[in-house]
């Protein structure tokens, strides 16, 4: 049972918005590991975090979800990064989000998918695989607090509870 109040503007709560990002990630990784198992596995190359989305909902601030930036261990083969973007691109829209951005510099290919909640994921190959997620806004607030959202990784701060903007 949720604490938050149905009504015609519902809002994700933490709990909610946390699995969502996990599952979406292991699912992205999953996929991408599964077109290139010589990635070996991904790690987290930043930490994740619980930020202010700049919003609020009836009153409270709202929070957004930056996951870890999640690298590959060993470099992609040459060539490959297509074939990857397009795993991601299978996953991604199985799950609701659509592409949003491409863009190639350098030889580094990056892609963004987006849903429409506000969720964004981005894929970037080069030197390694890069993914992270970040959230649609959600109330801040967990009855089961998870440790971290990324697939097997080390335990990342808990989100600060709620508060009234003024």
């Known amino acids: 049972m949720s604490?938050?109040?149905a009504g015609p503007d519902p809002i994700a709560d933490q709990d909610h918005t946390h699995g969502w990002i996990r599952a979406l990630l292991?699912?992205?990784?999953s996929a991408v590991l599964e077109t290139q198992?010589?990635?070996?596995?991904?790690?987290?190359?930043?930490p994740e975090r619980d930020r202010p989305s700049g919003g609020a909902w009836r009153g409270l601030?709202?929070?957004c979800h930056v996951s870890a930036l999640l690298a590959s261990a060993h470099a992609p083969e040459p060539g490959s990064?297509?074939?990857l973007l397009e795993a991601a691109d299978g996953t991604a829209a199985s799950r609701g989000l659509?592409?949003?951005?491409e863009r190639e510099e350098n030889g580094v290919r990056a892609t963004t998918w987006s849903s429409d909640r506000g969720d964004l994921l981005e894929v970037i190959v080069g030197v390694r695989v890069a993914i992270r997620a970040i959230s649609a806004p959600?109330?801040?607030g967990?009855?089961?607090?998870a440790s971290t959202t990324s697939p097997d990784s080390p335990i990342s701060p808990l989100t600060p509870p709620p508060r009234r903007l003024r």
Do not use: I, K, N, W
């Open 98 to 101: 659509r592409r949003r951005s």
């Open 37 to 46: 198992p010589g990635l070996m596995a991904f790690g987290d190359h930043r």
């Open 138 to 140: 959600f109330l801040p």
């Open 3 to 5: 604490a938050l109040p």
């Open 61 to 63: 601030e709202t929070m």
């Open 142 to 145: 967990s009855l089961r607090p």
């Open 81 to 83: 990064a297509q074939q």
């Open 26 to 29: 292991e699912a992205v990784t």
